[in-house]
């Protein structure tokens, strides 16, 4: 049972495995010797696969500390179907800790579906995309604020009026999430693009974040989870749609976001899901001697749905993200 398999990427085949719970090494080709871990359960009876991602982000840990917990708490012979889980989906960003790979200083979020002979992002998001997204009936990734900024608990999900995003919005209701946000439009290169690219429903989680995993944040991810194999029928048991405190609307982009004008030390002067009015200031820039450097200000009103936590920040750098009342 705690025997982990290597095998090589392209070999990865979960129905010839057969049922049971399994540990597997993708090893990725390339000089640098890259693997993904594999956590998967195959269910007793058929049904449908859920696909979930964490550690896309390598400073986003929560959800690798919930994938692994699901994992070791789910029995092969109670599931119909399977539990697809990539818990380090970016091995060397999260071995740096870091939000990008310091191999490419690429984010993996922004190159999906990859390339067979691009950079070690670039492969790891093309195996991610024909290996493991392709084999989904529904994409559930977990991010959260990572090192640098804080969000509320928020699912977000495919907000488009086609089959792929009803799917995904009936999903994000039964996450149970105190906070809902609509994407009528994605940007390009994410996982969660792969999917809607191929008509794979989903759903991504992110949460406070702050490099601590506290048992609230734990459970939001790991009760999430389980809500969402049992909305698919994966485990048994039924999910009550829990309606959200907060829906939002709007592009979830993190790139833009209201950006540093200058390098400095940023004092915030909101909080998450506040409502902001155009020309609010939502913080200033200090310098070493406490003397405002620049004062952010919003430029159009809204709600504050992420921030920057981590105080140092360079020019260009995000540092609030706007959204609106769905
Ligand atoms: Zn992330």
Same mark, same amino acid.
């Given at each position: 049972?705690?025997?982990?398999?290597?095998?090589?990427?392209?070999?990865?085949?979960?129905?010839?495995?057969?049922?049971?719970?399994?540990?597997?090494?993708?090893?990725?080709?390339?000089?640098?010797?890259?693997?993904?871990?594999?956590?998967?359960?195959?269910?007793?009876?058929?049904?449908?696969?859920?696909?979930?991602?964490?550690?896309?982000?390598?400073?986003?840990?929560?959800?690798?500390?919930?994938?692994?917990?699901?994992?070791?708490?789910?029995?092969? &012979?109670?599931?119909?179907?399977?539990?697809?889980?990539?818990?380090?989906?970016?091995?060397?960003?999260?071995?740096?800790?870091?939000?990008?790979?310091?191999?490419?200083?690429?984010?993996?979020?922004?190159?999906?579906?990859?390339?067979?002979?691009?950079?070690?992002? &670039?492969?790891?998001?093309?195996?991610?995309?024909?290996?493991?997204?392709?084999?989904?009936?529904?994409?559930?990734?977990?991010?959260?604020?990572?090192?640098?900024?804080?969000?509320?608990?928020?699912?977000?999900?495919?907000?488009?009026?086609?089959?792929?995003?009803?799917?995904?919005?009936?999903?994000?209701?039964?996450?149970?999430?105190?906070?809902?946000?609509?994407?009528?439009?994605?940007?390009?290169?994410?996982?969660?693009?792969?999917?809607?690219?191929?008509?794979?429903?989903?759903?991504?989680?992110?949460?406070?974040?702050?490099?601590?995993?506290?048992?609230?944040?734990?459970?939001?991810?790991?009760?999430?989870?389980?809500?969402?194999?049992?909305?698919?029928?994966?485990?048994?048991?039924?999910?009550?749609?829990?309606?959200?405190?907060?829906?939002?609307?709007?592009?979830?982009?993190?790139?833009?976001?209201?950006?540093?004008?200058?390098?400095?030390?940023?004092?915030?002067?909101?909080?998450?899901?506040?409502?902001?009015?155009?020309?609010?200031?939502?913080?200033?820039?200090?310098?070493?001697?406490?003397?405002?450097?620049?004062?952010?200000?919003?430029?159009?009103?809204?709600?504050?749905?992420?921030?920057?936590?981590?105080?140092?920040?360079?020019?260009? &750098?995000?540092?609030?993200?706007?959204?609106?009342?769905?």
């Amino acid at each position: 049972m705690d025997e982990v398999r290597s095998i090589s990427a392209d070999q990865f085949d979960p129905e010839a495995l057969g049922p049971g719970a399994h540990r597997l090494r993708l090893v990725l080709p390339g000089p640098e010797g890259v693997s993904l871990p594999v956590l998967l359960i195959t269910g007793h009876s058929p049904g449908k696969t859920l696909v979930v991602l964490a550690g896309v982000h390598g400073d986003e840990v929560e959800g690798i500390r919930a994938l692994q917990e699901v994992f070791a708490s789910l029995k092969p &012979e109670r599931l119909q179907g399977r539990f697809l889980a990539i818990p380090v989906a970016n091995p060397p960003a999260t071995r740096a800790g870091r939000r990008t790979s310091p191999q490419d200083d690429q984010n993996l979020a922004r190159v999906f579906p990859g390339r067979r002979e691009g950079t070690v992002t &670039e492969r790891i998001a093309s195996i991610l995309s024909e290996t493991i997204i392709a084999r989904a009936d529904f994409l559930l990734d977990l991010h959260s604020g990572g090192i640098a900024y804080e969000f509320p608990f928020l699912v977000g999900y495919d907000g488009s009026d086609t089959e792929w995003g009803r799917a995904s919005r009936e999903a994000a209701f039964a996450f149970g999430a105190p906070v809902l946000w609509a994407h009528p439009t994605i940007p390009p290169g994410r996982s969660i693009s792969e999917a809607a690219r191929r008509h794979i429903p989903w759903l991504y989680v992110e949460a406070p974040g702050g490099g601590r995993i506290t048992s609230a944040v734990l459970t939001f991810y790991t009760r999430g989870v389980r809500r969402l194999l049992a909305h698919l029928r994966i485990l048994s048991g039924s999910v009550r749609p829990r309606p959200p405190r907060w829906h939002l609307l709007g592009e979830g982009d993190l790139d833009r976001a209201i950006l540093s004008p200058t390098s400095g030390f940023f004092v915030p002067l909101v909080r998450v899901l506040d409502r902001v009015r155009p020309g609010q200031t939502l913080g200033v820039l200090r310098d070493s001697f406490g003397r405002t450097r620049a004062s952010i200000e919003a430029p159009q009103d809204g709600r504050v749905v992420a921030r920057r936590a981590f105080p140092i920040v360079a020019a260009g &750098e995000p540092l609030v993200l706007l959204a609106h009342d769905a």
